[in-house]
C-alpha cells in the first residue's frame, strides 16, 4: 500500500480530494440556498454594525475629549487655588466644547462655579444665562452627594441631557477615600458636532466601496440634520440612537440600489459561481501542493542547518573572545608581549565574527535589492595585502602558512568595491581553511589574462566532487556526504561571493579534485579607458544570486 501510495500519491490525492470535493459541493449548495432565504436578515445585521460604528466614534470621541480636559486632580480642590484650573484647562483645551466649568465642594476653599471659554481662554463666572441653568441642573445631584458626605463608587464620565441645547459631561473627583471634592465638566457644543464630528464618523464608519447606502440623521424635534430630505423620506432599512451622547438623535441606514432580497439572490449566484471555480482551482492546486511539500520540508530543513550553523559560527569566535579576557583579567599577562599577543588573538576573533555578521547583513540586503556597491579604480594589490594583513593572526594561530604569489609585472587598475572584495576573498581563504584536511598550505596569487585580472585562491585539502561544484554557489547549499558535511559553516560565504564577482561585471569559477584540493577564481575586468567608462557606469549591479534549487 505504501508503495502504491509512493508510486500513484498524484491521483491517490486527486481521488482523496475529489471525492469530499462533490459531496461538499453538494451541500454548498444547500447551505447556499438557506443563505439566500436568511440574507435579508444578515444585511439588516450588517447595516446595523454600521451605525453602531457612528455611535462608537462618537462615544469615544467625546470620551477622550473630557477624560483629557477634565481629569483634574485632587489637589487643584484642596489648594484653594482656581488659577490652577485656569492652567490646566488652557493647556488641555478640548474640541465640540462650549465651555468647560469647575465646581468645589471642599469646605472653606473656592467656591461657586467658574467658567473657562475655549474661544477667549478667559476664566470665570458664567454670562450665558441658559448654559449657567443647564449646569445647575447637572450639579444638583452631585451637591447633594457631596452634602452626605459618603464615600462614592468609582466614577467615569456621566453625561446630563436635561436640557438638549445645553448637554455636559461631568467628571467627579474624589479623594483616595471615595469623598467628593469637586466636579470638572464640559457644556457640548451641537453645532460643532452636527457639522463636523457627525459626518467625519459616517464617513470613516461606512465602507468607500458600499456607495449605494444612504444615511440620514434627525435631531431630538425630527429635523433632518444630514443627509438629503428626499433621501430621508425613503423606508429606512434599520435605524438607532447615538447611546452616549445626542441619544434623542436618530441615525438611519439603508440601500439606494437594491433591497436585502435583491441582494441576496445576486450573492447566491455569486455564491455558487465561486463554489465552482473553488472547486477547479482546488483541483488545479493540488498538484502544486503536493510539489511544494517536498521543498516545504526541505526549506525547513535548511532553515534548521542555518541556524544550527550560525549559531555554531558566532559561539567559536565569542568564545575565544571570552577566554583570552579572562586571561586578561585574571593578570595571566605578565608582560608586554603576552598582552599584545591576546590582544592581537582578541582582535581576529572580533575581525571573524565581524565577518560572519556581515555576511548575514549582505545577503539579507542581496534578497532585498538594496545592496549597491562603489566601483571605483582599485588597486587589487592592495586589496590583497591587506585583507591577508587583518587574517594573518588567526591564521598563524591555526598553523596555515599562507603564500602571496605577487604577478610578475604590476596589474591595471579595476573597478571595484574595495571593501567587497576584500569580504570575498576573506570567504574564500574562510572556505579554503575550513577544507583543508590536514594540509596548512594556501596561496593567493594574482595575475592578468585576456582583459581580466584573476584572483586565485588554491588550497591543497579534501577537494570537491564534480557533481557538488555548479551548486556550491547557491545560497544555505552545503556538500551532503563526507568532510565538507562535517565542518561547520552557514552556507552563504561562496553565494556572496558569487554576487559580489557579478556586480563588478566578472565571475567566479572553481577547479576541483577532491582529495587534491580546490582553486577558486576571482575574474575581475581591467577598468574600462575613456571611451568605454560611461558605458560601464550606466550600468547597475545584478539582483541577488538565483536559487537554482
Known amino acids: ?301 535548511m532553515k534548521s542547518d542555518f541556524v544550527s550553523n550560525v549559531s555554531h559560527e558566532l559561539r567559536t569566535p565569542l568564545a575565544s573572545i571570552r577566554v583570552f579576557g579572562e586571561f586578561l583579567r585574571l593578570g595571566r599577562a605578565d608582560d608586554e608581549a603576552k598582552v599584545r599577543e591576546y590582544g592581537e588573538y582578541i582582535e581576529t576573533e572580533s575581525r571573524r565574527l565581524t565577518r560572519l555578521v556581515n555576511n548575514i547583513l549582505d545577503f539579507s540586503r542581496i534578497e532585498s535589492g538594496a545592496k549597491r556597491y562603489e566601483l571605483l579604480p582599485t588597486d587589487l594589490t592592495e586589496v590583497v595585502a591587506e585583507t591577508l594583513a587583518s587574517l594573518r593572526v588567526g591564521l598563524e594561530h591555526q598553523g596555515f602558512d599562507v603564500r602571496y604569489l605577487l604577478p610578475p609585472v604590476a596589474l591595471p587598475a579595476v573597478r571595484a568595491d574595495r571593501q567587497a572584495l576584500g569580504q570575498a576573498l576573506a570567504n574564500l581563504l574562510d572556505n579554503a581553511v575550513k577544507y583543508s584536511g590536514r594540509s596548512r598550505q594556501v596561496s593567493v596569487g594574482l595575475e592578468r589574462r585576456n582583459g581580466e585580472v584573476l584572483v586565485t585562491v588554491r588550497d591543497h585539502g579534501i577537494g570537491i566532487a564534480p557533481d557538488e561544484q555548479r551548486r556550491i554557489f547557491d545560497r544555505f547549499h552545503r556538500v551532503s556526504t563526507g568532510l565538507v558535511h562535517d565542518v561547520r559553516g552557514s552556507g552563504l560565504g561562496l553565494s556572496i561571493v558569487s554576487h559580489i564577482a557579478r556586480a563588478h561585471g566578472g565571475s567566479v569559477s572553481v577547479d576541483s579534485t577532491p582529495g587534491a584540493g580546490s582553486t577558486f577564481t576571482l575574474h575581475l575586468p581591467v577598468a574600462a579607458g575613456p571611451e568605454e567608462r560611461t558605458a560601464a557606469d550606466g550600468a547597475g549591479a545584478p539582483g541577488p544570486p538565483p536559487d537554482d534549487r
Open 1 to 301: 500500500m505504501n508503495r502504491l501510495v509512493g508510486r500513484h500519491g498524484l491521483w491517490v490525492g486527486f481521488v482523496a480530494v475529489l471525492l469530499p470535493l462533490g459531496l461538499l459541493l453538494a451541500f454548498q449548495y444547500r447551505w447556499l440556498l438557506d443563505l439566500a432565504a436568511t440574507s435579508a436578515a444578515a444585511e439588516r445585521s450588517y447595516l446595523r454594525n454600521y451605525l453602531e460604528g457612528v455611535s462608537a466614534r462618537v462615544e469615544t470621541f467625546y470620551r477622550q475629549q473630557a477624560e483629557r480636559s477634565l481629569n483634574l486632580p485632587p489637589h487643584v480642590f484642596q489648594d484653594d487655588d482656581p488659577e490652577l484650573v485656569a492652567r490646566h484647562f488652557r493647556r488641555k483645551k478640548p474640541d465640540g466644547a462650549k465651555l468647560l466649568f469647575a465646581v468645589n465642594f471642599v469646605a472653606g476653599r473656592w467656591s461657586g462655579i467658574l467658567v473657562f471659554d475655549p474661544l477667549t481662554e478667559l476664566f470665570g463666572e458664567p454670562a450665558d444665562v441658559s448654559m449657567a441653568r443647564a449646569v445647575s441642573i447637572a450639579l444638583a445631584p452631585w451637591k447633594a452627594a457631596s452634602d452626605r458626605g459618603s464615600p462614592l463608587p468609582a466614577q467615569r464620565i456621566v453625561v446630563d441631557e436635561k436640557d438638549p441645547s445645553n448637554r455636559v459631561l461631568i467628571n467627579p473627583v474624589t479623594d483616595d477615600g471615595g469623598v467628593l471634592l469637586g466636579v470638572a465638566g464640559m457644556v457640548v457644543d451641537s453645532a460643532y458636532f452636527a457639522r463636523e464630528l457627525l459626518p467625519a464618523a459616517i464617513r470613516k464608519s461606512l465602507p468607500a466601496a458600499r456607495d449605494n447606502l444612504y444615511v440620514t440623521v434627525r435631531d431630538g424635534e425630527g429635523r433632518t440634520v444630514y443627509g438629503s430630505p428626499a433621501v430621508a423620506a425613503r423606508t429606512s432599512e434599520v435605524a438607532g440612537r447615538i447611546p452616549f451622547l445626542f441619544s434623542d438623535w436618530t441615525l438611519a441606514l439603508g440601500n439606494l440600489r437594491r433591497t436585502p432580497e435583491e441582494l441576496a439572490r445576486s450573492t447566491f449566484a455569486l455564491n455558487l459561481s465561486l463554489s465552482a471555480l473553488l472547486a477547479l482551482a482546488l483541483l488545479g492546486g493540488l498538484t502544486f501542493a503536493l510539489r511544494a511539500a517536498s521543498r516545504a520540508m526541505r526549506l525547513s530543513r
